[in-house]
């Protein structure tokens, strides 16, 4: 029930504008560490999973949209499986390394530390983008809060890969964002039936706002 232009619109300029953005951080937090940053890696290596899927998938659907239509693919059910396939992959490469050392107790504590830190983020955002300042109705601000979190694995672990290429302390690295990514996945579900539940309470309040208007 959120804004579902504004989630598609920041999805893929959000995509694209990490092609450019993300190198730079990255080089901006490491440019005073011995981390040697191969910014020209990064950018083909973006440049070839971000945009060249995006523009074929273009290609795809202006010359065979109505084709593609008639066959019924189940493409929401392959989208789904794709994302839980990689979430899988990622998980047996990091923790099928030899060197992975993280004890028990640790990988607990980040799991609930990146859960604590998801929903702090989320009320963050849906409280202010419910309030009065910003002017946003509450389409925008449900788009706000699923978007302003989420975070992508198909983006961060092959930058990982290639920065701490031959680390010993790569597997480490990955964990952070092998849990956030489930976890939105997991808050992201949990959260749709209360938020179904809040836009019907806010527009049957406008409904009666405008009735009892008209009345007066």
């Given at each position: 029930?959120?804004?579902?232009?504004?989630?598609?619109?920041?999805?893929?300029?959000?995509?694209?504008?990490?092609?450019?953005?993300t190198?730079?951080?990255?080089?901006?937090?490491?440019?005073?560490?011995?981390?040697?940053?191969?910014?020209?890696?990064?950018?083909?290596?973006?440049f070839?999973?971000?945009?060249?899927?995006?523009?074929?998938?273009?290609?795809?659907?202006?010359?065979?949209?109505?084709?593609?239509?008639?066959?019924?693919?189940?493409?929401?059910?392959?989208?789904?499986?794709?994302?839980?396939?990689?979430?899988?992959?990622?998980?047996?490469?990091?923790?099928s390394?030899?060197?992975?050392?993280?004890?028990?107790?640790?990988?607990?504590?980040?799991?609930?530390?990146?859960?604590?830190?998801?929903?702090?983020?989320m009320?963050?955002?849906?409280?202010?983008?419910?309030?009065?300042?910003?002017?946003?109705?509450?389409?925008?601000?449900v788009?706000?809060?699923?978007?302003g979190?989420?975070?992508?694995?198909?983006?961060?672990?092959?930058?990982?890969?290639?920065?701490?290429?031959?680390?010993?302390?790569?597997?480490?690295?990955?964990?952070?964002?092998?849990?956030?990514?489930?976890?939105?996945?997991?808050?992201?579900?949990?959260?749709?039936?209360?938020?179904?539940a809040?836009?019907?309470?806010?527009?049957?309040?406008?409904?009666?706002?405008?009735?009892?208007?008209?009345q007066?």
């Open positions: 029930g959120g804004n579902e232009a504004a989630s598609v619109f920041n999805s893929v300029f959000g995509s694209i504008l990490g092609i450019f953005v190198p730079m951080l990255i080089l901006l937090l490491l440019s005073s560490s011995e981390v040697e940053v191969p910014t020209e890696k990064i950018f083909q290596q973006l070839m999973t971000v945009v060249a899927p995006l523009v074929i998938g273009q290609l795809i659907r202006n010359n065979w949209y109505r084709w593609l239509q008639r066959q019924q693919l189940p493409y929401s059910t392959t989208g789904q499986v794709l994302i839980l396939f990689i979430i899988y992959t990622t998980f047996c490469a990091t923790f390394r030899t060197d992975s050392n993280i004890d028990t107790l640790s990988f607990i504590s980040t799991i609930v530390l990146i859960t604590c830190f998801q929903l702090c983020i009320a963050l955002l849906l409280g202010i983008s419910s309030s009065s300042m910003f002017g946003f109705n509450c389409d925008d601000s788009a706000i809060t699923f978007c979190t989420h975070k992508s694995l198909t983006l961060g672990i092959p930058i990982i890969e290639i920065i701490f290429e031959g680390n010993p302390d790569i597997s480490i690295f990955s964990i952070p964002l092998l849990i956030y990514n489930p976890m939105q996945i997991v808050l992201g579900g949990l959260c749709v039936e209360p938020f179904k809040w836009l019907a309470g806010q527009k049957r309040g406008r409904s009666t706002q405008q009735l009892l208007g008209l007066v």
